[in-house]
């Protein structure tokens, strides 16, 4: 058999889930995985421990729980030693309502990632449906297959991390090679370049392969051609700044409604969502579902819509030309709209400790836990943080790393952080959560993070701290707006958040609005609307921020009903009106 086939593993003692288990597998997926199955759980144990040993793949595990069969969950657990980076399921028989307390109780503890329900009939597209999924979010963790885009760079430079982070997070399939490796050499070679600045791209799906060196986020933009600047005559009804969760939920419910929508991104799409290895608590995905694919499926129903999107482009001001507004965008170009959603959302807070911010990219990262996490196997790893974002990186990171530690600041995680997550933190075996405890300074080694040094959360600066060993350390901790590109009379908050309807004083003698009472997302800009986690007192949830994308939409319709454009062709261009096609009436 290739060693270099994946594994998937059945055990149950129950013969006919076995062989209705192993006979659907085998047709499914025969050509691409290894099928094993194993009538007891010793079995099962012991040939994973074999599989590790030869440095097997597992992709997926499979245990049962019912009334022929007890014994999955402990199966499933017990699993998690061997193969962590493998997705586990609980199958379960269709009407065993009796043991949904157990096996829901074993989910959120972490004893597996998902319930798939026995299939009962040939071509059972709902266990399928379940198994591809599964399959499909493994393999995105892995960063395996094919590669459109070949990246070859210095292991610990910043820039090239930011550009795996990037590439990964679009959902373009990247393959990281280290510079001076057997592959990197060849590639090079390939392409006729010698002693090239680093990092370099090769985008393989272009006929001859493009090649870059040390490329900025505009080239590269250019250079895919996926998205390109509109006409200069363009005049899109709203300009969606930030493909965020907020921000597509925006595309989707402003297209579909006939505005003219064109959505600009500076890094990814998904915004901080689409770091999350799984998001367990969405509404509709009752197997969870990885922030970069609700944000990749988000988007492309955005596009199908007929959203019009520039990425690798960040927004740097706001003007006015006459009624209309203008968006100016790093490329130099600049885009006309009647109305603005600001969707930025946030950064996460900077740490600001010297030794720490010097060794970015080589073993400290701000995010970025689902493109780094497998080059943490092995390691002892540090998070901080106290939120959801936080907690989802420790499960992820606890699948490659050999423990991790989550420092947080506060004396508990209940008043900022998902039940679940905690749950399921508290019930991983490598997983340790050290409470009342800051990060002061670290320690490297060759110019790579070798150990963190932590303190008391009040004595932060009294005596030298405790020294905790880490290869890597993954900092996601506060909010910071982003929003220096908005001129002054958008009024913020002490925090620079952007106060929108009530929450801001309408008498305020520094207000350009006219005298009417805010739209509830309006800021103190009239057609210029915040939403998601840059407005402030949003609640930091994804199906909020798309709560809030689709409200915004309703009240652009209200804001654009109020500010028709001149019916002049040279003010509309040789684009049709908003008003010419629908009235501001909303199709459902």
Same mark, same amino acid.
């Not at 962590?84 to 609980?90: C, E, M, W």
């Not at 972490?110 to 009939?121: F, M, N, Q, S, T």
């Given at each position: 058999?290739?060693?270099?086939?994946? /594994?998937? &593993? *059945?055990?149950?003692?129950?013969?006919?889930?076995? +062989?209705?288990?192993?006979?659907? $597998? !085998? %047709?499914? =997926? #025969?050509?691409?995985?290894?099928?094993?199955?194993?009538?007891?759980?010793?079995?099962?144990?012991?040939?994973?421990?074999?599989?590790?040993?030869?440095?097997?793949? /597992?992709? &997926? *595990?499979?245990?049962?729980?019912?009334?022929?069969? +007890?014994?999955?969950?402990?199966? $499933? !657990? %017990?699993? =998690? #030693?061997?193969?962590?980076?493998?997705?586990?399921?609980?199958?379960?028989?269709?009407?065993?309502?009796?043991?949904?307390?157990?096996?829901?109780?074993?989910?959120?503890?972490?004893?597996?990632?998902?319930?798939?329900?026995?299939?009962? +009939?040939?071509?059972?597209?709902?266990?399928?449906?379940?198994?591809?999924?599964?399959?499909?979010?493994?393999?995105?963790?892995?960063?395996?297959?094919?590669?459109?885009?070949?990246?070859?760079?210095?292991?610990?430079?910043?820039?090239?991390?930011?550009?795996?982070?990037?590439?990964?997070?679009?959902?373009?399939?990247?393959?990281?090679?280290?510079?001076?490796?057997?592959?990197?050499?060849?590639?090079?070679?390939?392409?006729?370049?010698?002693?090239?600045?680093?990092?370099?791209?090769?985008?393989?799906?272009?006929?001859?392969?493009?090649?870059?060196?040390?490329?900025?986020?505009?080239?590269?933009?250019?250079?895919?051609?996926?998205?390109?600047?509109?006409?200069?005559?363009?005049?899109?009804?709203?300009?969606?700044?930030?493909?965020?969760?907020?921000?597509?939920?925006?595309?989707?419910?402003?297209?579909?409604?006939?505005?003219?929508?064109?959505?600009?991104?500076?890094?990814?799409?998904?915004?901080?969502?689409?770091?999350?290895?799984?998001?367990?608590?969405?509404?509709?995905?009752?197997?969870?579902?990885?922030?970069?694919?609700?944000?990749?499926?988000?988007?492309?129903?955005?596009?199908?819509?007929?959203?019009?999107?520039?990425?690798?482009?960040?927004?740097?001001?706001?003007?006015?030309?006459?009624?209309?507004?203008?968006?100016?965008?790093?490329?130099?170009?600049?885009?006309?709209?009647?109305?603005?959603?600001?969707?930025?959302?946030?950064?996460?807070?900077?740490?600001?400790?010297?030794?720490?911010?010097?060794?970015?990219?080589?073993?400290?990262?701000?995010?970025?836990?689902?493109?780094?996490?497998?080059?943490?196997?092995?390691?002892?790893?540090?998070?901080?943080?106290?939120?959801?974002?936080?907690?989802?990186?420790?499960?992820?990171?606890?699948?490659?790393?050999?423990?991790?530690?989550?420092?947080?600041?506060?004396?508990?995680?209940?008043?900022?952080?998902?039940?679940?997550?905690?749950?399921?933190?508290?019930?991983?075996?490598?997983?340790?959560?050290?409470?009342?405890?800051?990060?002061?300074?670290?320690?490297?080694?060759?110019?790579?993070?070798?150990?963190?040094?932590?303190?008391?959360?009040?004595?932060?600066?009294?005596?030298?701290?405790?020294?905790?060993?880490?290869?890597?350390?993954?900092?996601?901790?506060?909010?910071?707006?982003?929003?220096?590109?908005?001129?002054?009379?958008?009024?913020?908050?002490?925090?620079?958040?952007?106060?929108?309807?009530?929450?801001?004083?309408?008498?305020?003698?520094?207000?350009?609005?006219?005298?009417?009472?805010?739209?509830?997302?309006?800021?103190?800009?009239?057609?210029?609307?915040?939403?998601?986690?840059?407005?402030?007192?949003?609640?930091?949830?994804?199906?909020?921020?798309?709560?809030?994308?689709?409200?915004?939409?309703?009240?652009?319709?209200?804001?654009?009903?109020?500010?028709?454009?001149?019916?002049?062709?040279?003010?509309?261009?040789?684009?049709?009106?908003?008003?010419?096609?629908?009235?501001?009436?909303?199709?459902?």
């Amino acid at each position: 058999m290739d060693h270099s086939v994946p /594994v998937m &593993l *059945i055990a149950t003692t129950d013969p006919t889930s076995r +062989r209705i288990l192993g006979d659907e $597998l !085998r %047709r499914r =997926y #025969g050509a691409d995985y290894e099928v094993v199955t194993c009538a007891d759980y010793a079995h099962g144990r012991a040939v994973l421990d074999g599989l590790r040993r030869w440095n097997r793949q /597992v992709a &997926l *595990i499979l245990g049962c729980y019912g009334p022929a069969d +007890r014994g999955g969950l402990e199966f $499933l !657990r %017990r699993a =998690y #030693g061997f193969h962590p980076a493998a997705k586990r399921g609980v199958v379960v028989i269709w009407g065993d309502f009796a043991s949904a307390p157990t096996v829901f109780r074993a989910i959120a503890r972490g004893y597996a990632e998902l319930v798939i329900i026995r299939p009962e +009939r040939l071509r059972d597209e709902e266990f399928h449906g379940a198994i591809t999924d599964a399959l499909d979010d493994w393999h995105l963790a892995q960063g395996v297959g094919f590669e459109a885009v070949r990246l070859i760079g210095e292991v610990g430079d910043e820039r090239t991390h930011a550009l795996r982070d990037s590439l990964s997070r679009n959902h373009i399939p990247v393959g990281f090679h280290p510079a001076g490796s057997e592959m990197a050499e060849r590639t090079l070679e390939s392409v006729g370049l010698r002693n090239p600045v680093l990092p370099v791209m090769v985008l393989e799906f272009t006929a001859p392969p493009i090649v870059l060196e040390n490329p900025s986020d505009l080239e590269i933009a250019e250079a895919m051609g996926v998205t390109r600047p509109p006409p200069a005559d363009k005049i899109f009804d709203v300009v969606v700044v930030g493909a965020g969760p907020s921000g597509l939920a925006t595309a989707v419910y402003a297209s579909s409604e006939g505005l003219s929508t064109m959505v600009v991104e500076g890094e990814a799409v998904g915004g901080q969502a689409g770091t999350s290895s799984l998001i367990r608590n969405y509404p509709g995905f009752s197997r969870g579902v990885s922030g970069a694919h609700l944000a990749y499926r988000s988007f492309h129903q955005a596009w199908t819509l007929g959203t019009d999107f520039l990425f690798l482009r960040k927004v740097e001001g706001l003007g006015t030309d006459g009624a209309l507004y203008t968006v100016s965008i790093s490329d130099g170009s600049a885009v006309r709209c009647r109305a603005v959603v600001v969707a930025t959302g946030v950064d996460y807070r900077r740490l600001g400790i010297t030794p720490l911010e010097d060794l970015v990219g080589r073993g400290v990262f701000y995010g970025a836990t689902v493109s780094e996490a497998p080059a943490m196997a092995g390691k002892h790893v540090c998070v901080v943080g106290g939120g959801n974002s936080a907690g989802q990186a420790v499960l992820h990171l606890a699948k490659y790393a050999k423990n991790v530690t989550l420092l947080v600041r506060g004396p508990t995680l209940s008043v900022s952080m998902s039940e679940y997550l905690i749950s399921q933190l508290e019930a991983t075996r490598n997983v340790a959560i050290r409470y009342g405890t800051v990060l002061v300074g670290a320690r490297d080694r060759d110019g790579f993070l070798a150990a963190v040094e932590v303190a008391a959360s009040g004595a932060a600066d009294a005596t030298p701290g405790e020294e905790i060993e880490a290869g890597g350390l993954f900092v996601l901790i506060g909010s910071v707006p982003r929003t220096s590109w908005l001129p002054d009379t958008v009024e913020r908050d002490p925090a620079g958040f952007l106060r929108t309807g009530a929450s801001r004083d309408v008498s305020d003698a520094g207000s350009v609005r006219p005298d009417r009472a805010p739209l509830a997302l309006e800021t103190s800009m009239p057609g210029i609307f915040a939403i998601g986690d840059v407005r402030a007192g949003s609640i930091k949830r994804v199906a909020t921020a798309v709560g809030d994308g689709a409200t915004v939409v309703s009240m652009l319709h209200t804001y654009l009903a109020e500010n028709p454009l001149p019916a002049s062709p040279a003010a509309r261009g040789a684009e049709s009106t908003h008003e010419e096609l629908t009235g501001h009436v909303r199709f459902e």
